[in-house]
């Protein structure tokens, strides 16, 4: 069941956040970026061919009849956006990402994710329009992530930065809450567990993983679990 976009959504999450004492990271080891959880309104039906080149998407991967990397038919209602990285980017490349980055001189996290969410999907949001921050998020590979939760207002015509965005998704809320999720798997090289969150034909690995994960224990349902000790994949640590 796809969850409405309406007024009572919005003041639900906002309240759920600043409920919340949210946990932050302060690590000078680490450089600092932010990453937009952009909530806009979808219509069911309006994803069911993929716009990115799956085939060449999956060269070298391990897939499955039901796990083929397509994202498809997982629009409808309340959603967020979300991105298949450019496979020729330096770091992360090929994986599924928020919008987001690292903080320029001078910016904060809130800063930064409405300058990312315009640089990559061609979308400008204001400030008034941020509900709240999720937790901090140290990664593998050397960042602290904060999630910053935006409501966009309505649809939002996407325009992908083709240098950084093969294609852009409005993926329903209702997904994050399906019965088969969140998963959770275990490597030889940690102890801790890898989160999964299947989406569409393919999994959502943290860090957006655990970002997704939190906002439905916050946001949609006013649970105060942590999320910051689940474990990345080995191939996500650089």
């Known amino acids: 069941m796809t969850i409405a976009y309406d007024d009572a959504l919005r003041?639900?999450?906002?309240?759920?956040?600043?409920?919340?004492?949210?946990?932050?990271?302060?690590?000078?080891?680490?450089?600092?970026?932010?990453?937009?959880?952009?909530?806009v309104d979808s219509e069911i039906g309006e994803d069911r061919v993929d716009p990115a080149p799956v085939v060449d998407w999956n060269q070298g991967r391990t897939i499955s009849e039901d796990l083929d990397g397509r994202m498809?038919?997982?629009?409808?209602?309340?959603?967020?956006?979300?991105?298949?990285?450019?496979?020729?980017?330096?770091?992360?490349?090929?994986?599924?990402?928020?919008?987001?980055?690292?903080?320029?001189?001078?910016?904060?996290?809130?800063?930064a994710a409405l300058r990312?969410?315009?640089?990559?999907?061609?979308?400008?949001?204001?400030?008034?329009?941020?509900?709240?921050?999720?937790?901090?998020?140290?990664?593998?590979?050397?960042?602290?992530?904060?999630p910053?939760?935006?409501?966009?207002?309505?649809?939002?015509?996407?325009?992908?930065?083709?240098?950084e965005v093969v294609a852009a998704y409005r993926v329903g809320l209702h997904q994050l809450q399906r019965d088969d999720s969140p998963r959770f798997i275990t490597i030889p090289e940690s102890s801790r567990p890898v989160v999964q969150i299947p989406?569409?034909?393919?999994?959502?690995?943290?860090?957006?993983?655990a970002v997704l994960l939190q906002f439905r224990w916050w946001c949609l349902e006013g649970r105060h679990d942590r999320v910051d000790e689940l474990e990345q994949p080995v191939f996500a640590w650089k």
């Not at 498809?72 to 987001?100: E, I, K, T």
């Not at 989406?199 to 993983?209: K, Q, S, V």
């Open 72 to 111: 498809v038919d997982v629009s409808g209602g309340a959603a967020f956006l979300l991105c298949r990285r450019a496979s020729r980017l330096r770091s992360h490349s090929a994986q599924w990402a928020l919008p987001g980055g690292r903080l320029d001189a001078g910016e904060t996290e809130i800063d």
């Open 116 to 146: 990312e969410s315009q640089e990559e999907l061609g979308i400008e949001l204001a400030e008034s329009s941020v509900l709240g921050l999720l937790d901090d998020y140290p990664t593998r590979s050397g960042y602290v992530i904060t």
């Open 148 to 163: 910053v939760v935006i409501w966009g207002g309505g649809r939002l015509d996407l325009q992908p930065a083709p240098d």
């Open 11 to 39: 003041d639900t999450i906002r309240a759920h956040l600043a409920g919340h004492e949210r946990r932050a990271v302060a690590d000078p080891t680490k450089r600092r970026a932010a990453v937009a959880m952009v909530l």
């Open 199 to 209: 989406l569409g034909n393919d999994l959502i690995h943290a860090p957006t993983g």
